[in-house]
């Protein structure tokens, strides 16, 4: 039952975290104290009335916060703040993802990841500031599940789609398409540099950490696995943080029912059967970055050729205008 009330609370926190307020704010709102909402928070035995006004404020049905059923979260900040609380006890975490999973990526990605997520903000969205306040959340909840990680070390399984990591090389690593040729450059290196890390961890076949290639279909839809001694915690998120990062729109959830979990271990186990591992995916990848770096190569010979060709027009134009004869 403590572990319970334990769940009850980390649910207040991801929900009152997404929605803004502070924790002043909320138990001004209720009328109560901050330490009491401290202690719901905590985990401590609430009273239903409290949970009820909190269900109310928070916008999130009490089914939700309670844990019954599904949690649904249309809230960036609540689903990563509930994927990190889940990191801090599972003993296995089981990742279907593309083109990166956030765990293993680099600390260069960290800063780029960022920069990304900041752009992709259009200038004139509506509630732009809260927005842009939501990314900067999202960052310190990513940091301290990294933070988190290295320290537990949890075992990972992580299954990563070859096709959006082609993609991923491909488009470069931007949150918007209008970029100046030079920033598009520098977001293609960004992408090669974070899978070649990826392919050097497979490389170095860290213990604990099993990475598959899956050259296959898989659903568009990452989805992670948190397995503990008594229970495992399956989450679907619609959120990216690789290819076209998106931490504004849709809708994820988390379940601990046998069935979902039973049918998303078993895409797990087939996808993992015949995934690239080991050497094959190393090289697979390194074989994608090499394509991918002539391919940018070609890109920027066409467009040096392309701004010549333009001087040259520049310079014909200026030329043709001095040479004509002055009306008298």
């Known amino acids: 039952m403590r572990s319970r009330y334990k769940e009850i609370g980390q649910r207040v926190k991801a ?9 002043e704010e909320v138990a001004q709102k209720l009328g109560i104290s901050r330490t009491a909402l401290y202690r719901v928070e905590k985990g401590e035995i609430a009273k239903i009335e409290t949970l009820h006004a909190l269900s109310e404020l928070l916008e999130v049905s009490m089914p939700t916060l ?17 994927t990190r609380q ?27 990841l960022e920069t990304v997520l900041n752009e992709s903000v259009p200038e004139n969205a509506e509630n732009r500031a809260k927005i842009l306040s939501d990314v900067a959340r999202v960052m310190e909840i990513l940091r301290e599940r990294k933070r988190t990680y290295k320290r537990r070390r949890p075992s990972i399984v ?54 598959g290639l899956v050259t296959d279909t898989l659903p568009m ?13 399956l989450t679907i998120s619609p959120f990216r943080l690789g290819e076209h990062p998106n931490i504004r729109v849709g809708v994820a959830m988390l379940t601990s029912a046998s069935e979902a979990l039973k049918l998303h271990e078993k ?5 993992w059967r015949n995934a690239l591992k080991g050497p094959a995916a190393a090289q697979y990848l390194r074989d994608l970055l090499a394509a991918a770096a002539e391919e940018t190569g070609k890109a920027d010979s066409v467009r040096a050729r392309k701004a010549v060709k333009t001087a040259h027009r520049g310079t014909r134009t200026t030329a043709t205008k001095r040479s004509k004869p002055v009306a008298k």
């Open 15 to 23: 929900f009152r975290m997404a929605s803004g307020y502070s924790a």
């Open 66 to 82: 309670l844990g019954v059923g599904i949690e649904y979260m249309a809230s960036a900040v609540s689903y990563f703040e509930r």
């Open 86 to 112: 889940l990191e801090e006890e599972a003993d296995q975490i089981i990742v279907l993802a593309g083109p990166v999973s956030f765990l293993l990526a680099s600390d260069r990605f960290d800063a780029a």
């Open 158 to 211: 992580n299954l990563i789609s070859a096709e959006q990591i082609a993609r991923f090389l491909h488009s470069g690593m931007m949150g918007r398409l209008d970029l100046s040729p030079e920033e598009r450059a520098e977001r293609h290196a960004w992408a090669r540099e974070e899978i070649g890390h990826l392919a050097s961890l497979i490389e170095e076949d860290n213990l604990g950490v099993q990475i």
């Open 221 to 233: 839809n990452g989805f992670q696995i948190f397995r503990q001694a008594d229970r495992s915690t």
């Open 267 to 271: 895409i797990v186990t087939e996808a």
